[in-house]
């Protein structure tokens, strides 16, 4: 296939910095942006990846804390796309941890000889749209610069690490990192004072590892969260068959879902059923292992209401059932939100930890951290303590935060990041007015991501084939598309359980983000078939140059 850009513009060839001029350019080497790259390579596109890391595999490069692991099964969460890959690669456990899943992403690299595509160690500063040439310019810090026509940014959903602006951080005489960020090499926790600030998800698969060496942990908890166990195993040579010969079966149960996941629904509301029955089923999932006890029970669970919190007593009786101290126990149980307003934590062990002579529970609810010092913290209360290391477990500026941290420039210079400053504008997630070529899929894939992410990175691939293929120089959404796509956002978003909290879902863990769902409220299915329908109709709501 040959393009009008496969030539570096005058001026541009012979610079030191300068790499080339590409059909794709692509900002990540994760899960999407490895794919991206494969697909745009065997349509034909010339194509290149600027990575961040010094390896592939984004969040399961980045994320290498002690109990990082799927919380979804990892046979669901692999690539659908290679038969000879998925018979050859054996997931070791039902909810694989992220050295194997950082191996598996780097088999893949290295299997479809993806590495030449990726330039490692190049984090990007800025995207620029030159309206001369009609094509994306991106420079890394380093000064290295590239020239597009179509720029994706498959960047992560959760990969902007975002740690609390507390006063004094500097003045620290000990370690800290953010869990996003966990060193190659590790950390040396053994007998050290470690202080652990967040209990989010992250945060549940963090201490219950680290509590096993630590010589005194302290966990600062703002927000107390439904957990459930996780109940992982190994996958042995008997499922390992059973998972191989079943892998049509797995994917097309995972597309008929809500969220890409193996489970469905329970289609009866728990109304419909007695005391006893509601309580048996809860009982039977909750011995069942990963989302089940969350997506395969009674679909009114799922909704705001008396159901919802019936089953929220129960998990709170859970919780409180496995920690010795009542007093304790009552900081651990969640009454500030609705039992699945936030994706639910898998554990192995979590609440047990609490149970432990050398683990401290701080709520920061009711005294926040007031500054770091430099041998600990101090609450707002006076009380402080010290601490040889800080583990900030503190989340992520979702979906956007990644995007706004690169200068991304489009028509008349006008900045993405002021755009997005009330939450995103976009069409379907995808596009966004005014940057034409750009392909934000970063903010267009949720749920069982991988199962999400493929057809995501093939309809954006079949749309730039489209583009080429009919000789147009480019595509943008109509600002009439774009507002309609933003009020179905905000109007059907509001009605949705994961509205109701203060999480990431709405960038309200963010201090002075807008609070807006930063997904689209529709389930998978109907978002593929939304993309499908526009993709018929000559890509409907677009606009094509």
Known sequence: MTSPLQQASNGDAGQD??????????????????????????????????????????????NRYPGARFDSESYTYGYSFSEELLQEWDWKELYSGQPENERYLNYVADKFNLRPLIQMNSRIASATYDEHELSWQIETVDGRRARGRFLIT????????YVPDFEGLDSYQGRWCHTGRWPKEGMDLAGKRVGVIGTGATAVQLITEIAREVGHLTVFQRT?????????????????????????????????????FMHKFDTRSALEVSSEERLEQYERLWQEP???????????????????????????NKIRERVHDPVVAEMLVPKDHMFGSKRLPCESGYYEVYNQ???LLVDVRSAPIKRITPTGLMLENGNEYELDVIIFATGYDAVTGSLNRIDIRGEGGKLLKDKFANGPRTYMGIQS?????????NAASVGNFVRAAEPLVDWVSECIRYVHDNEYATI??????????????????????????????????????????????????????????????????FELR
């Not at 910095?17 to 034909?44: H, N, P, Q, S, W």
């Not at 498959?154 to 690490?161: D, Q, T």
């Open 17 to 62: 910095k300068y790499v080339g001029t590409f059909d794709v350019l692509i900002i990540g080497a994760g899960v999407t942006g490895l794919y991206a790259l494969y697909r745009l390579r065997e349509m034909g596109f010339s194509v290149q990846s600027f990575e961040d890391g010094s390896g592939v595999g984004g969040t399961w490069y980045w």
């Open 290 to 316: 990963g989302f089940k006890k969350w997506l395969s029970n009674f679909y009114d669970v799922m909704m705001p209401g008396d159901v919802n919190e019936d089953y929220a007593e129960f998990v709170r």
């Open 224 to 260: 107390a969260n439904y957990c459930a166990p996780l109940r992982n195993r190994e996958i042995d040579d008997d499922m390992q068959a059973e998972i191989k010969a079943s892998y049509p079966e797995i994917f097309q149960k995972c597309l008929e879902t809500p969220g890409s």
């Open 154 to 161: 498959a960047v992560g959903l959760l990969s902007a690490h």
């Open 476 to 541: 943008a959404p109509t600002l009439e598309a774009e507002d309609e796509w933003v009020r179905h956002v905000n109007e059907d978003g509001a009605n949705l359980l994961r509205s109701k909290a203060n999480s990431w879902f709405v960038g309200a863990n963010i201090p002075g983000k807008a609070r807006a769902l930063l997904t689209s409220p529709d389930t998978a299915p109907v978002m593929r078939a939304k993309r499908a329908e526009v993709a018929s109709n000559g890509y409907q709501g």
């Open 357 to 359: 002579d050398n683990v």
């Open 433 to 441: 007015a005014g940057f034409p070529n750009l392909f934000t899929v």
